[in-house]
């Protein structure tokens, strides 16, 4: 690092030097020393800005740059053809084309450089060293959900997450739909974007791609996917099969939420309270904090109680999970009677607690 240093040091009095000797401008020697030093510690500071910039951004800025370039050549071309009576307003105009255009393809360039490819180039574009950004699309129903926000401040989630300009349009149009059920859920989904976009340690991009002859949102969706070789994130069955026989990745949150219920197994002692009547004969029905059904034989008479039961097996189907148990008076007897010979201070903290 101080070789380095050093070598920037000595650019700087280079430059400054050759700026004293040649005067350009017609400026004083001091002066012209003056803005040499100037413009010298301006380029290093550009180094080090450059330094920090991916491969990727760097051949789109260059690449985006060149294309400004050329347009603004040619648009300076036909202004040549155009007779204007002052030589300086044209001069000016053309000028401008140049710098304009050059910013513009340089911005654009940089911005999108990040969807570029280089591993498909081979090479030595291939080998670039550094982390690899998983780019993520989110489709309209996984953002209204809002669960994503939640695992996204977590941070589970890394890479990228791209959101569509057509989602947003989507967006939009629930949000100002005349159903007021709708038109809620939709501004839920704004509010959403807004909380995820808020995240400093996330990289949200809008991305402006649309496929016109593709009037779906979710055809649109996978199409997107298929162009930037990246995944879907949703909660949309449908969706989540579709993708599947395009070939396109999907993160269903749904199956995420599944994964992480609690594992039950048969034989297990659990404490439920029955809720309500099941479809079956002397069945009772409970619910566990995440949503999970458990279905109670010999237990309709146990309405509105909190009772033990006996977990007898667990059955997982596309919808979640389902738990089936038993209820045995003398086993709910026995486990009654372990909780009152609890410790004094347990109870208080159960008392507490509830």
Not at 133 to 149: M, Y
Not at 165 to 172: I, K, N
Request: net charge neutral; glycine share 8%; hydrophobic share 50%.
């Amino acid at each position: 690092m101080l070789d380095l240093a050093i070598v920037r040091l000595i650019f700087i009095l280079v430059i400054s030097a050759c700026a004293y000797y040649f005067q350009p401008f017609h400026l004083p020697p001091v002066i012209a020393a003056a803005a040499g030093l100037a413009v010298g510690g301006a380029i290093i500071l550009f180094e080090l800005r450059v330094e920090k910039v991916s491969l990727k951004r760097l051949i789109g800025a260059a690449f985006g740059s060149v294309l400004g370039i050329f347009g603004a050549y040619l648009m300076s071309l036909v202004l040549s053809r155009v007779n204007v009576e002052n030589s300086a307003t044209l001069h000016f105009l053309q000028l401008f084309l140049l710098l304009w255009m050059t910013y513009v393809g340089l911005v654009v360039g940089a911005n999108k450089g990040d969807m570029l490819n280089l591993s498909a180039l081979g090479g030595v574009f291939g080998g670039e060293k550094g982390p690899k950004k998983a780019f993520k699309i989110l489709d309209t129903s996984v953002i209204i959900d809002g669960r994503i926000a939640d695992i996204a401040e977590t941070g589970f989630l890394d890479g990228v997450l791209v959101i569509p300009q057509f989602v947003l349009r989507e967006l939009q149009l629930v949000a100002d739909s005349a159903d007021s059920m709708k038109r809620n859920r939709g501004r839920r989904g704004l509010d959403i974007l807004q909380r995820i976009q808020k995240m400093a340690h996330l990289n949200v991009q809008i991305v402006e791609d649309d496929f016109p002859h593709v009037r779906e949102v979710d055809m649109k969706l996978i199409e997107l996917a298929k162009v930037y070789a990246c995944k879907v994130m949703t909660n949309d069955f449908n969706l989540n099969k579709v993708a599947q026989l395009h070939g396109v990745e999907v993160l269903n949150i749904n199956e995420l939420a599944n994964s992480l219920k609690p594992i039950v197994l048969p034989g297990e002692t659990m404490r439920v309270f029955i809720l309500k009547e099941g479809k079956e004969y002397n069945q009772g029905v409970a619910y566990l904090d995440d949503g999970t059904m458990v279905v109670v034989d010999n237990a309709k008479r146990m309405i509105s109680k909190t009772i033990d039961i006996s977990v007898t097996s667990v059955l997982q189907t596309t919808a979640g999970k389902m738990i089936f148990g038993k209820f045995d008076d003398r086993m709910h007897s026995v486990v009654a009677e372990k909780h009152e010979r609890a410790p004094a201070p347990r109870k208080a903290e159960a008392v507490s607690e509830g």
